[in-house]
């Protein structure tokens, strides 16, 4: 998401105006009844209406999870995949040198602390602490070099830094708690790298994995484009067959103005044009303007 270009009222109506039917996919942190498109995708990255309560799931959604113990936590019988979805850089989360003595400790306690308002445990007093969206957060690359530089990474949730820290040879110590029991990766991850728990054998273990746990994440990047593929071919056969009359979250994006929209349709005819012909725009026109499907709109 973070390399997704903004949406703009000029893209929605350049895809209404060519009969592409949008497909929204909505986090489980984000209202489904927004935007209102034809084709709503429920994206569940954690447990449904655990950090936000959200509208119910209906029969028209097409569910993706996150991990095979969210899908097992629903019982509505719709369209749905799970994909663990390889989202960690591991390239820019490496293991450092050979020669790098590590020591110490470093924790994230993100959503436990600040949106549940639990206590840290003594375990991790003194270390330095991963903030996000905060005036002294770290940065990426000072996240890497802690990560680099530390023995272990202690979590209070689940958090897309525990398998960053693995993919930097850090083994992740998640710490169960009122609001999280075990990792929802549990069997996608198949307990390498990380320990639940601090005792000695679950440390012990976590040491020991940690190089087997960056192998088989790298391992995953081979199959998993086959699952998208998968997941796009179901979610366009499911758009071809609704209909799309009415250009959505259409009170949620500004439009360009009427000068911007001038220009943009000079450029859509001339490319249509060019491509099809004179005659065949006329016939394109025509059978847009039947449909309802071309307007020029602020």
Not at 49 to 60: I, R, S
Not at 63 to 79: C, G, N, P, W
Not at 93 to 114: E, H, I, L, Q, W
Request: aromatic residues 12%; proline residues 5%.
């Amino acid at each position: 998401m973070d390399v997704a270009p903004f949406l703009t009222k000029r893209i929605v109506d350049y895809h209404f105006q060519n009969g592409l039917t949008p497909i929204v996919v909505y986090p489980e942190t984000m209202s489904v009844s927004k935007f209102d498109p034809p084709v709503r995708v429920r994206y569940l990255l954690n447990y449904d209406d655990l950090l936000f309560k959200n509208e119910g799931l209906e029969n028209e959604d097409y569910l993706l999870f996150y991990s095979k113990a969210i899908a097992d936590r629903v019982t509505v019988s719709v369209q749905h995949r799970t994909i663990f979805l390889p989202v960690s850089d591991s390239v820019f989360y490496r293991p450092p040198n050979p020669s790098v003595v590590r020591s110490g400790g470093v924790y994230y306690a993100g959503k436990y602390k600040y949106h549940f308002g639990g206590q840290t445990f003594s375990i991790t007093d003194g270390m330095v602490e991963i903030t996000r969206d905060r005036p002294d957060s770290q940065t990426p690359e000072q996240i890497r070099a802690l990560f680099q530089q530390c023995e272990f990474f202690y979590c209070y949730e689940d958090s897309a830094l525990a398998l960053e820290a693995i993919l930097c040879g850090c083994p992740t110590v998640f710490l169960p708690n009122e609001y999280f029991k075990k990792p929802l990766g549990d069997k996608e991850l198949a307990g390498l790298g990380y320990a639940v728990g601090t005792s000695a054998e679950q440390l012990q273990h976590a040491r020991d994995t940690v190089v087997e746990a960056r192998e088989r994440y790298l391992n995953t990047l081979e199959w998993v484009n086959g699952l998208v593929s998968i997941f796009i071919d179901e979610t366009q056969l499911i758009a071809a067959s609704r209909q799309y009359l009415i250009p959505f979250a259409r009170k949620y994006i500004v439009g360009p103005g009427l000068i911007q929209l001038f220009i943009d349709m000079l450029r859509f005819m001339s490319d249509v044009i060019s491509d099809k012909g004179f005659m065949g725009t006329l016939k394109i026109i025509a059978k847009r303007i039947s449909a309802g499907r071309l307007r020029i709109t602020s």
